[in-house]
């Protein structure tokens, strides 16, 4: 079998393997721009499922420019007559790490990535799409520690009917495996749920309660919290608490309203040392 191949770029390393799909560091032969590249072969399982997202992918992000969104350059088909061997998504290179539960980081840091990515979902949102697949190792942060989410192949137009369950199972909100109803709200608790496992190391649905609250609707135990290893503001634990419950009408209604909060409690924090 041929080796991983893309036109116009010469490969250079392997970043990192997702279901069906590789990721590749390579440079672009005319500009010798870094970029990263990511590949799906017409004989990887789920093919035909795997084209149709990516193309999505690129056909909903391609114009994007917010500094928080990994930013899409191409999008290169290999054919043999009618045949589709395979799509080749060449993107914005992003040195770093995937957001951890394992990162040690501060406070202030959580509610800096919290922001930054409450800033890009909400650009998405007014560009009348939502992510759906919110989750840590679709964020990298950069040494500078700029976190940008990459990976919009679940994206999809807001307020729509989600015709399949799509999505991670640790970070869906409930309509998702529904195949509800989804929009805004959805990537709140995608966000909330990513941000919780972040700091417990726990998934969010783990931690809900056979209590109900007075109006029938499923509690979060809020003592997962006191176990975590950083000491996270009451405000943002009430935050997170609140965009990962069960109903869409009791999450924050929008991520202006999440953004607004983050100011608020990042207002309040030590600035970090210089």
């Not at 679709?138 to 919009?152: C, R, Y």
């Not at 709140?188 to 919780?196: K, V």
């Amino acid at each position: 079998m041929a080796g991983p191949h893309a036109k116009g770029y010469q490969i250079i390393d392997l970043i990192g393997r997702g279901a069906g799909s590789e990721v590749y560091k390579a440079r672009h032969m005319r500009s010798g721009e870094i970029a990263a590249v990511k590949i799906v072969r017409h004989d990887a399982p789920d093919s035909a499922r795997l084209f149709k997202q990516i193309t999505n992918e690129f056909k909903v992000a391609r114009k994007w420019t917010h500094p928080n969104l990994v930013r899409l350059h191409e999008l290169v088909a290999e054919r043999l007559l009618l045949w589709k061997l395979q799509l080749a998504l060449a993107m914005e290179y992003v040195p770093g790490d995937s957001l951890s539960a394992d990162g040690n980081y501060t406070p202030r840091q959580i509610v800096d990535y919290y922001a930054q990515l409450a800033d890009a979902m909400n650009y998405m949102h007014r560009h009348g799409y939502i992510h759906l697949d919110m989750k840590p190792q679709n964020v990298i942060v950069t040494p500078e520690g700029q976190a940008k989410i990459m990976d919009f192949g679940l994206c999809t137009r807001k307020g729509r009917y989600n015709p399949r369950v799509q999505g991670t199972p640790d970070f869906m909100a409930p309509e998702q495996p529904r195949k509800g109803w989804v929009d805004e709200r959805t990537d709140i608790y995608n966000l909330g749920a990513t941000l919780f496992h972040v700091i417990t190391g726990k998934a969010v649905h783990m931690t809900l309660t056979s209590r109900t609250a007075v109006n029938g609707t499923a509690a979060l135990q809020s003592e997962t919290f006191q176990s975590r290893r950083v000491d996270v503001p009451p405000e943002l634990e009430s935050l997170i608490l609140e965009s990962c419950r069960p109903s869409p009408a009791e999450r924050p209604a929008t991520m202006e309203r999440v953004l607004e909060r983050l100011e608020g409690i990042r207002g309040k924090l030590t600035p970090q040392p210089q």
